[in-house]
């Protein structure tokens, strides 16, 4: 018999199927972490593109709070949106049924340079994190189940210890003007045009654009609607905007833990 997750299974010969013992643990737990939706970097990126600012961090081993993780780095494993529990019970194989006890006794262990004791898998499970909003680079589905044994086990305070994580910083002053308007009650998004980037606000029908300039978000308008009895309209009418979703807002309100992690 082997400790894991706080309660003996019987591991004689591998025989746990652990993505199934995952699914066993979280099925009917009120688990609010599994029910936010999950969002692929590639999807964001207009929108932490945004918001980035400074040099790289190059990657160094990191413990990382399961609620600073917004989401995957591919596309293909879920759709935007689904929860991480919609991932973890209906998206995940499990290698058909390879995952063992070692897969559970990897998620809570130091991960750092170990491999996933997985058939084919070959890549070290990285991160990368901007402002405190946190994506998978490699092991993409390793990440959901790993977020739903560590949730159900240790709490939803729980950690990946010990990840090789890149961290961007953001400019901060950008970051605050967002989540002021949050507070507000406005729908935000963002998009790019001709190299800039332009953030929307939308709240009770009315809708403002704005360009961060020289420290300041200013507001920008449609040249091509500003004749000269016409009120100024803000661009985008044919943006293909990016909602900037409330978990990503989240972790960049929440991101604490990242300045005590790098002291």
């Known amino acids: 018999m082997s400790l894991v997750g706080g309660s003996k299974i019987g591991f004689a010969g591998h025989c746990v199927d652990a993505l199934q013992e995952i699914r066993r643990r979280i099925h009917g737990r009120d688990l609010p972490l599994l029910e936010r939706p999950v969002f692929t970097s590639t999807r964001l990126r207009v929108v932490t593109a945004a918001v980035e600012a400074g040099r790289l961090y190059e990657k160094r081993p990191m413990d990382v709070p399961l609620r600073a993780i917004v989401g995957l780095g591919r596309g293909d494993v879920c759709e935007d949106g689904q929860s991480w529990r919609y991932v973890v019970e209906h998206v995940l194989h499990g290698d058909h049924g390879q995952w063992d006890e070692r897969a559970l006794a990897y998620f809570e262990s130091e991960i750092g340079d170990q491999d996933f004791p997985a058939p084919g898998s ?24 790993g ?12 950690v990946f210890r010990s990840v090789w994580m890149s961290v961007q910083p953001v400019d901060e002053r950008i970051v605050a003007q967002l989540l002021r308007w949050r507070s507000e009650g ?12 332009i953030f929307r606000s939308e709240r009770k029908g009315r809708v403002e654009t704005f360009v961060f300039d020289g420290g300041l978000m200013r507001p ?9 009895f016409k009120r100024p309209q803000p661009v985008g009418r044919h943006f293909a905007w990016t909602a900037i979703p409330d978990t990503l807002l989240d972790a960049w309100a929440d991101a604490a833990w990242l300045d005590s992690t790098e002291a």
């Open 186 to 197: 406005r729908r935000l998004s963002a998009d790019i045009s001709a190299g800039r980037h």
């Open 122 to 145: 070959r890549c070290r499970f990285e991160l990368h994190c901007v402002g405190g909003a946190v994506f998978c680079e490699t092991g993409n589905h390793r990440l959901p189940a």
């Open 147 to 158: 977020m739903a044994w560590l949730a159900a086990t240790q709490g939803e305070q729980a």
């Open 220 to 228: 920008v308008f449609d040249p091509v609607d500003n004749g000269m």
